[in-house]
């Protein structure tokens, strides 16, 4: 990580093959996470002759996992907050801080 000039942390630039093969992995998983406990349901209901009620369930933990790394994807693409510097922390020990022009009463 590099720093700017009022200590916000910024992450180093990447190439275009990387931003692209990060997004191609996150799509991936996130087909993955919706069709794999399905496929399970199926080789369970085929296994114990349960007919929907595999297929059901993994549809549900596939759709509730998949929507929940959709949510993972969309927040990390949100800009964070910068953090404010050294010079926004106000006064040390929690000390109040009088005006300069202020007369003692």
Do not use: H
């Amino acid at each position: 990580m590099r720093t700017v000039p009022n200590d916000v942390t910024t992450p180093e630039p990447r190439s275009p093959l990387s931003a692209g093969l990060q997004w191609a992995s996150r799509i991936t998983s996130l087909g993955l996470m919706f069709a794999l406990p399905t496929l399970a349901g199926v080789y369970i209901d085929r296994q114990f002759g349960s007919s929907p009620v595999g297929t059901l369930v993994g549809a549900v933990v596939g759709f509730v996992t998949g929507m929940v790394q959709l949510l993972q994807i969309a927040r990390s693409g949100q800009n964070p907050k910068p953090t404010p510097g050294p010079d926004c922390r106000g006064p040390k020990n929690g000390a109040p801080i009088d005006p300069p022009d202020a007369a003692p009463l």
